[in-house]
T-cell receptor
Framework: GAVVSQHPSRVICKSGTSVKIECRSL??????MFWYRQFPKKSLMLMAT?????????EQGVEKDKFLINHASLTLSTLTVTSAHPEDSSFYIC?????????????FGPGTRLTVL | AQKITQTQPGMFVQEKEAVTLDCTYD???????LFWYKQPSSGEMIFLIY??????QNATEGRYSLNFQKARKSANLVISASQLGDSAMYFC?????????????FGSGTKLNVKP
């Protein structure tokens, strides 16, 4: 159990377009989802935390209007990179936590590699 | 100050030997959680082991054990009997509570290479 999927796994887009990445918890209800960004050979940088039905909490330095996060249901969160530019190229990873206290860890999706030309 | 510090950017270990990956953390919370994740070249994050701040015994999961030294704020990962498939990036992470949210902080990672 505790499987998280991300779609798409890879996306290449032109500069100026918007890209939507989906994160789904397949077999559990995710009360909280996290979005991370990872540069090559670097650590994960938390971008935002989203709780179902409420606005996402963004980390300092992350542009809310640039990275739109929607957590409309207990199994789906989306990250939309608006007006993407080459510097937005990165590996984006989502993770999810359940309210079930027997699970301490967050469950990660497989990641989405975004390349902006 | 950094929440999680991993001082070893890269490590080599001979197959079948044990290896310790270092991790120190910084928190003023009494209740927190410590995690280790493995990230192969494919990119997915694989949960390895968890240690709660109130757990008195060191966590173990198969070949993985966590050497938890609370007073020193260290949570080193020990991998016994290394296998070639253990070659990957390893991240130490901490969960603490901030403004009613659980927040996770990751270290910079250690790249482990297992030599045949």
């Amino acid at each position: 159990g505790a499987v998280v999927s991300q779609h798409p796994s890879r996306v290449i887009c032109k500069s100026g377009t918007s890209v939507k990445i989906e994160c789904r918890s397949l077999d559990f209800q995710a009360t909280t989802m996290f979005w991370y960004r990872q540069f090559p050979k670097k650590s994960l940088m938390l971008m935002a935390t989203s709780n179902e039905g409420s606005k996402a909490t963004y980390e300092q330095g992350v542009e809310k209007d640039k990275f739109l996060i929607n957590h409309a249901s207990l199994t789906l969160s989306t990250l939309t990179v608006t007006s993407a530019h080459p510097e937005d190229s990165s590996f984006y990873i989502c993770s999810a936590r359940t309210s079930d206290s027997s699970y301490n860890e967050q469950f990660f999706g497989p990641g989405t590699r975004l390349t902006v030309l | 100050a950094q929440k999680i510090t991993q001082t070893q950017p890269g490590m080599f270990v001979q197959e079948k030997e044990a290896v310790t990956l270092d991790c120190t953390y910084d928190t003023s919370d009494q209740s927190y959680g410590l995690f280790w994740y493995k990230q192969p070249s494919s990119g997915e994050m694989i949960f390895l082991i968890y240690q709660g701040s109130y757990d008195e015994q060191n966590a173990t999961e198969g070949r993985y054990s966590l050497n938890f030294q609370k007073a020193r704020k260290s949570a080193n990962l020990v991998i016994s009997a290394s296998q070639l498939g253990d070659s990957a990036m390893y991240f130490c992470a901490m969960r603490e509570r901030e403004r009613n949210f659980n927040k996770f902080y990751f270290g910079s990672g250690t790249k482990l290479n297992v030599k045949p």
